[in-house]
């Protein structure tokens, strides 16, 4: 089956810990999102990359950081510097011709 | 910028009475226009999407919206309700792609739908 996976489902992480989320997809989609959702806000574009080994910030980037080594991959990675980080995070892709994005299953990630 | 509005944060309905669900949008060319559904602690499920042609766009699950390009609105109906409809809905706009950009979207807020029995 094609998809997107997202992994952990949950996540639970300390203060002052940095985090990497994953996402993976086997759809041959050339671009991928990261998104950030909290309760009322709807979703919010993090990250984005149109291709491998590029990729530009989102409306919310600050204390986030992403690679894009492959074209099936990529990883979130939130680190100590985002001040309020516990929320549920998506991943999405999208084909080059085609319009709408796909979506992966989540990972909501806790700051204990 | 574009932009989406979900001007109601939740609409209740009962079982086999008509469901619309509110959105207006505000972009500065012709709008690629969406309509995603999400059920609790799941990613986003795509049901339409308004690219050209047509006004009345037909989706997955009987869904289906109808874009106004006077009063820059884009509103998802179902003729008859299901509990099963009971999820959270978003809007979402995106502008024309260019060689630049794929075109990021812009979601609105959420609507929460509850169908009672």
């Known amino acids: 089956d094609g998809g997107i996976t997202q992994s952990p489902k949950y996540l639970f992480r300390k203060e002052g810990q940095n985090v990497t989320l994953s996402c993976e997809q086997n759809?041959?989609?050339?671009?991928m999102y990261w998104y950030r959702q909290d309760p009322g806000q709807g979703l919010r574009l993090i990250y984005y990359?149109?291709?491998?080994?590029?990729?530009q910030k989102g409306d919310i980037a600050e204390g986030y950081s992403v690679s894009r080594e492959k074209k099936e991959s990529f990883p979130l990675t939130v680190t100590s510097a985002q001040k309020n980080p516990t929320a549920f995070y998506l991943c999405?892709?999208?084909?080059?011709?085609?319009?709408?994005?796909?979506f992966g299953p989540g990972t909501r990630l806790t700051v204990l | 910028a574009q932009s989406v509005a979900q001007p109601e944060d939740q609409v209740n309905v009962a079982e086999g009475n008509p469901l619309t669900v509110k959105c207006t949008y505000s972009?500065?060319?012709?709008?690629?226009l969406f309509w995603y559904v999400q059920y609790p602690n799941r990613g986003l499920q795509f049901l339409l999407k308004?690219?050209?042609?047509?006004?009345l766009v037909k989706g997955s699950y009987g869904f289906e919206a109808e874009f106004n390009k006077s009063q820059t609105s884009f509103h998802l109906k179902k003729p008859s309700a299901l509990v099963s409809d009971s999820a959270l809905y978003f809007c979402?706009?995106?502008?024309?792609?260019?060689?630049?950009?794929?075109?990021?979207?812009?979601f609105g807020a959420g609507t929460q739908v509850v169908v009672t029995p």
């Open positions: 972009v500065s060319g012709n709008p690629y």
């Open positions: 990359s149109q291709i491998v080994n590029d990729f």
């Open positions: 999405a892709s999208i084909e080059a011709t085609d319009n709408e994005q796909f």
């Open positions: 308004y690219i050209t042609g047509d006004n």
């Open positions: 759809l041959n989609h050339d671009a």
């Open positions: 979402a706009v995106r502008d024309i792609p260019t060689t630049d950009s794929w075109g990021k979207l812009q």
